[in-house]
């Protein structure tokens, strides 16, 4: 079945750093990638819509400057979470499809101290 | 807007146990309803999925029936295992869907002890 790579799957890093995390689709090329962030106790919530070799589409209240969406290929979209405040700590989650169906990443675990 | 409301965790049941999460939605038009579990270090995936009223999905002995009269989507399940500890999250995707994007609940975590 289709797979979706995350990675990384836990990150730390200082505040005023810029992280950045990769979804990969393994097996299949995805023409839209999600970006999703979820709060704790919290629904996941949409960020952006990445569209390959287009810009991404981001979601009202998104900062678009701050959380840098990356979609060169069929297989690869990066967020880039620039500037990283304690704020920002959240877990973040990708997903890739066609439209017919779409899979998930594994989520990545951001800590910003 | 659309919206999922989900039964706040965590569950905690007996091997066995009858199992039920709800789940209710908030939609216009008719939406794809969906039930998406997530086993620790390993990402979401699709468990079971209805498209209209009154369909009934159903995988690995869970099921879940659309309720367009109550907009509810509660997973069951007669008998759980310890392998069904997990996360699980509602989920919906609206129709006419102009983004392909779904709209999830918070997730209600399981555990099951022998």
């Known amino acids: 079945g289709a797979v979706v790579s995350q990675h990384p799957s836990r990150v730390i890093c200082k505040s005023g750093t810029s992280v950045k995390i990769e979804c990969r689709s393994l097996d299949f090329q995805a023409t839209t990638m999600f970006w999703y962030r979820q709060f704790p106790k919290q629904s996941l919530m949409l960020m952006a819509t990445s569209n390959e070799g287009s810009k991404a589409t981001y979601e009202q209240g998104v900062e678009k400057d701050k959380f840098l969406i990356n979609h060169a290929s069929l297989t690869l979209s990066t967020l880039t979470v620039t500037s990283a405040h304690p704020e920002d700590s959240s877990f973040y989650i990708c997903?890739?499809?066609?439209?017919?169906?779409?899979?998930f990443g594994s989520g990545t675990r951001l800590t910003v101290v | 807007g659309d919206s999922v409301t989900q039964m706040e965790g965590p569950v905690t049941l007996s091997e066995e146990a009858f199992l039920t999460i709800n789940c209710t939605y908030t939609?216009?038009?008719?939406?794809?309803l969906f039930w998406y579990v997530q086993y620790p270090g390993e990402g979401l995936q699709l468990l079971l999925k209805?498209?209209?009223?009154?369909d009934k999905g159903s995988n690995k002995g869970f099921e879940a029936t659309y309720r367009k009269e109550t907009t509810s989507f509660h997973l069951e399940k007669g008998s759980v295992q310890v392998s069904d500890s997990a996360v699980y999250f509602c989920?919906?995707?609206?129709?006419?869907?102009?983004?392909?994007?779904?709209?999830f609940g918070t997730g209600t975590s399981l555990t099951v002890i022998p």
């Open positions: 209805a498209t209209k009223a009154d």
């Open positions: 939609a216009t038009g008719y939406p794809s």
């Open positions: 989920a919906l995707r609206p129709r006419p869907n102009t983004g392909n994007q779904f709209y």
């Open positions: 997903s890739a499809g066609t439209g017919a169906g779409y899979t």
